[in-house]
């Protein structure tokens, strides 16, 4: 087509998702491969299986931006006015054909504001999956040989807010619960919990022959009835057949919908880690991973997001490929709203 500035996306090897086509001064958007986004991302088409198709395929910031338009809008360019067609107007600035609004395929995500190269955030997305037990800002400035600790470590802290799908499905089935308590005595803890530590809510799924399921975890207040019952009423679906000791702040998860099923060292000869196994497994997981990985070196603070990095590795531990979770994690940085710097330093008391 003459004229015509064709896009190439390497992973399909088809011409890209977004069209551009000179018109005038302007290029418009729009969009052609709609029916072309496999619901199952493949290997080698839509996300790079080695470090070498990884290289080959984000050499710049355009392939990052083109790949991350074909995450935003895998149907075609959608902008809030629900306009779906738009102008490149420079190299990373789409105008709305409707609104006429500007914007770029980074705005309103976890990238916006993002100072360093796109290749640099890919690159630490590469890393950061591709390390089975996660990686700390460390080992991260290392690998890409970064100057500066703290943008690492916010890069870092960015992806792990992507880490958890708003729309994920609850827990079903038959879910073990328990509270582990973790960390101790860090500078800058407010101590809040048993003995200084801080309490972790675990629900596991309970799979055939002591297996698990998906897993979820959280920071409590207290081991409290109300506590208690938010968080298994937050994460498992009305019916869940739900198991746990027999402490008395699990006595409402009756009232609440479930099928509470509390075993009680009275009613059981065996030691709560044998009746609960999978719970279990998770904390002791959680805890060396944090002691690892994190050199136990997390403040209560940040702790939560710590804990989704925990619960996306975890949920997606049987992936064979670890292409496929730099996919979801990218797949899910553009869903997130972005979250300033200092937001991130705060964390959550
Ligand atoms: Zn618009």
Redesign the pocket.
């Known amino acids: 087509m003459p004229g015509a500035t064709d896009y190439e996306f390497p992973w399909t090897g088809v011409s890209g998702c977004c069209q551009f086509v000179t018109s005038g001064h302007r290029r418009s958007v729009r969009s052609a491969l709609a029916t072309t986004v496999p619901v199952v991302p493949r290997a080698g088409r839509e996300y790079p299986r080695t470090l070498d198709e990884f290289n080959n395929w984000f050499r710049s910031d355009e392939d990052c931006r083109a790949f991350l338009e074909r995450l935003r809008w895998p149907d075609g360019f959608r ?3 629900g ?1 779906g067609k738009a102008w490149r107007v420079r190299r990373n600035r789409l105008r ?1 054909s ?2 006429e ?1 500007e914007t770029s395929v980074i705005a309103g995500t976890l990238f916006e504001g993002a100072r360093l190269p796109l290749t640099s955030w890919f690159q630490a997305a590469w890393f950061m999956t591709n390390q089975k037990l996660g990686s700390s800002a460390l080992g991260l400035q290392r690998a890409l040989g970064l100057s500066r600790y703290d943008t690492v470590w916010t890069i870092l802290h960015k992806y792990r807010r992507a880490m958890v799908r708003p729309d994920r499905e609850p827990l079903a089935g038959v879910v073990e619960v328990d509270e582990s308590y973790v960390g101790g005595a860090s500078r800058g803890s407010t101590g809040r919990g048993s003995l200084g530590k801080t309490i972790v809510a675990i629900a596991v799924e309970a799979r055939p022959e002591g297996a698990c399921g998906r897993a979820r975890l959280a920071r409590i207040a207290d081991c409290s009835a109300p506590v208690l019952t938010d968080f298994v009423g937050e994460r498992c679906e009305p019916l869940t057949e739900i198991h746990t000791d027999g402490w008395a702040g699990y006595l409402w998860l009756g009232d609440a919908g479930f099928i509470h099923v509390p075993t009680t060292a009275m009613t059981s000869p065996d030691p709560a880690h044998v009746l609960m196994p999978r719970v279990h497994r998770v904390s002791a997981l959680l805890k060396r991973w944090l002691l690892g990985t994190h050199q136990g070196g997390v403040s209560e603070r940040q702790l939560d997001f710590y804990l989704d990095e925990f619960v996306f590795r975890f949920n997606r531990r049987g992936s064979g490929s670890r292409g496929l979770l730099f996919y979801r994690l990218l797949e899910q940085a553009v869903r997130v709203d972005p979250t300033p710097g200092f937001a991130i330093v705060r964390g959550r008391s």
């Open positions: 902008c809030s006015c306009g709305c409707e609104c609004r």
